[in-house]
């Protein structure tokens, strides 16, 4: 048999503009972007503002000015979510036809839970599969009933990680039937986050570790789709000294906040590339001198902990 011709080599990164982005987005987006640009490939920008219900109105625009300071420059326009639903739909319709999914009438509190990305806290309970029992087809008898597209997980496919190995995670024990269709009328996450990044021609996905059990979904979903996924690597995120996700409690971690007190962006790579292994100690360099330093093997396992005294650090050394 011939085999495919290899797709050209490409990155994304896919911010949601659900407010400020701080110094753990951007370690996360350095990684995915320097391991682009040292195998020659191409970083597009997705902005994916129908991933939640926090979107915050002017977040895009600050995006865009972070990534631009930061130096992570991308190829093209940004892809905008919300331009492209019928593009998600024309992928529901597939799964409903394939009698993939189901209408679920279960409370909205639960279904809006498991739509947007299911950062680890985020994580609903294993839903039950109360409506399971319903073909596609009887979305038409609902009524006014507001209701939810589940897809019927009936397997969990295990995946090697470029960054933790060969993982499996069991999403029929973890969540079961996912949402791909919120009840109010949008789709979730998990949906167009692989409808996008297949039309993207995507070929490598770097992102949190928090969301290292969407990606059996997404698997499922490309699968279902017959579309071809990408390479994933899930890497560590960025914790405070209490051990817990960066939030107000740690300081101003905010990128729009350094960089409105005069921090230099080489400061911020430069710490960011110390935590990563690629520099002896953290001091100024840019994302772009960075590129032939890059490894993805010397990132630690464990999260980079932004401690007040590494905060305080970048913030006095302009
Ligand atoms: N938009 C998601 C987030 O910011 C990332 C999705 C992804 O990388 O697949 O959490
Ligand atoms: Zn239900």
């Known amino acids: 048999m011939p085999s495919p011709t290899p797709r050209p080599l490409r990155a994304r990164l896919a911010p949601s503009p659900t407010g400020a982005q701080h110094v753990g987005n951007a370690r996360t987006y350095l990684i995915a972007w320097l391991s682009a640009r040292s195998q020659g490939a191409e970083v597009r920008l997705r902005i994916e503002d129908i991933d939640s219900p926090r979107i915050k109105q002017g977040s895009t625009d600050l995006i865009l000015e972070d990534l631009c300071w930061l130096g992570l420059n991308f190829t093209g326009e940004p892809i ?8 998600y739909d024309a992928a529901l319709e597939r799964l409903r036809e394939l009698e993939l999914v189901y209408p679920c009438t279960c409370t909205r509190g639960d279904i809006e839970q498991a739509a947007s990305a299911p950062h680890v806290e985020h994580e609903g309970p294993r839903y039950p599969g109360t409506c399971s029992h319903r073909r596609s087809g009887e979305a038409n008898s609902l009524g006014t009933r507001p209701f939810a597209w589940r897809f019927r997980v009936n397997a969990s496919p295990t995946f090697t990680d470029r960054f933790l190995g060969e993982l499996s995670i069991d999403i029929r024990e973890l969540g079961g039937d996912f949402v791909v269709w919120k009840s109010a009328g949008t789709p979730a996450y998990q949906l167009a986050v692989v409808v996008d990044d297949a039309a993207m021609g995507i070929t490598e996905v770097i992102r949190g570790d928090d969301l290292a059990p969407s990606t059996p979904r997404q698997l499922l979903l490309y699968r279902a789709l017959d579309l071809e996924p990408p390479v994933f690597a899930h890497v560590p995120l960025v914790i405070g000294q209490d051990g817990r996700r960066l939030a107000k409690r740690h300081g101003d971690t905010r990128l729009a906040s350094l960089r ?8 911020v790579i430069g710490l960011l590339a110390w935590s990563c292994g690629w520099v002896g100690e953290p001091r100024a360099i840019s994302a772009t001198e960075l590129i032939p330093l890059f490894r993805l093997d010397t990132v630690p396992r464990s999260p ?7 905060l305080k650090k970048i913030e006095t050394s302009r």
């Not at 905008?80 to 593009?87: D, H, M, Y």
């Not at 980079?304 to 590494?310: C, D, K, Q, W």
């Open 304 to 310: 980079f902990v932004l401690t007040s005294e590494l």
């Open 260 to 267: 409105k007190d005069g921090v230099q962006p080489e400061s």
């Open 80 to 87: 905008i979510q919300t331009t492209r639903i019928p593009l």
